[in-house]
T-cell receptor, first 114, second 115 residues
Framework: DTAVSQTPKYLVTQMGNDKSIKCEQN?????MYWYKQDSKKFLKIMFS???????INETVPNRFSPKSPDKAHLNLHINSLELGDSAVYFC?????????????FGSGTQLSVL | GENVEQHPSTLSVQEGDSAVIKCTYS??????FPWYKQELGKGPQLIID?????GEKKDQRIAVTLNKTAKHFSLHITETQPEDSAVYFC??????????????FGKGTHLIIQP
């Protein structure tokens, strides 16, 4: 069983479109995250959710909106896609979200905006 | 906020030799320092971590050292093997006491093991 699974693995779309990436964890963790990895491999946190409450929003454009129907899921919606949104997006989870614990990452979604 | 610097960006070593990756951090409140390994096409995976109450930790061929005074920590891999080829990330964080500040990652080191 995959601990953190995200879909799709690849997403190719046109500029201006709206798209979603789904993430699910079966570890019973309380906190889930979205990270963006750019072409230079730099990992930057975008959001985290703890028991359905947004904890972090690291100056991400409001075109990006996380949605968590329950603590096992954290989906990422992106409106009006731009060329600069092309990157690999990773979902992750951790037990309680204290900041000093192991993160479990999904395998990533490679987003290409044409 | 926290700033983590990681060096080198690329490291090529002969199979069997040792590899060392170094990181520095800026926030003296940071007390948790994990290392993640990312293989091609996969998400990062934790390989070892160290907390500020210890200076060194070992797990088979992997060791991490921490110097709190100098605010730097290092990853040491001995007897390198082809499967060690990957991108390695250091990170720093502190327990925010109920919130979730998240980890601050270094920019990564591409480790290449030459046969």
């Amino acid at each position: 069983d995959t601990a953190v699974s995200q879909t799709p693995k690849y997403l190719v779309t046109q500029m201006g479109n709206d798209k979603s990436i789904k993430c699910e964890q079966n570890l019973g963790h309380d906190t889930m995250y979205w990270y963006k990895q750019d072409s230079k491999k730099f990992l930057k946190i975008m959001f985290s959710y703890n028991n359905k409450e947004l904890i972090i929003n690291e100056t991400v454009p409001n075109r990006f909106s996380p949605k968590s129907p329950d603590k096992a899921h954290l989906n990422l919606h992106i409106n009006s896609l731009e060329l600069g949104d092309s990157a690999v997006y990773f979902c992750a989870s951790s037990l309680s979200g204290t900041g000093n614990e192991k993160l479990f990452f999904g395998s990533g979604t490679q987003l290409s905006v044409l | 906020g926290e700033n983590v610097e990681q060096h080198p960006s690329t490291l090529s070593v002969q199979e069997g030799d040792s590899a060392v990756i170094k990181c520095t951090y800026s926030d003296s409140a940071s007390n948790y320092f994990p290392w993640y390994k990312q293989e091609l096409g996969k998400g990062p995976q934790l390989i070892i971590d160290i907390r500020s109450n210890v200076g060194e930790k070992k797990d088979q061929r992997i060791a991490v050292t921490l110097n709190k005074t100098a605010k730097h920590f290092s990853l040491h891999i001995t007897e390198t093997q082809p499967e060690d080829s990957a991108v390695y990330f250091c990170a720093a964080s502190h327990n925010s006491g109920g919130g979730a500040d998240g980890l601050t990652f270094g920019k990564g080191t591409h480790l290449i093991i030459q046969p």
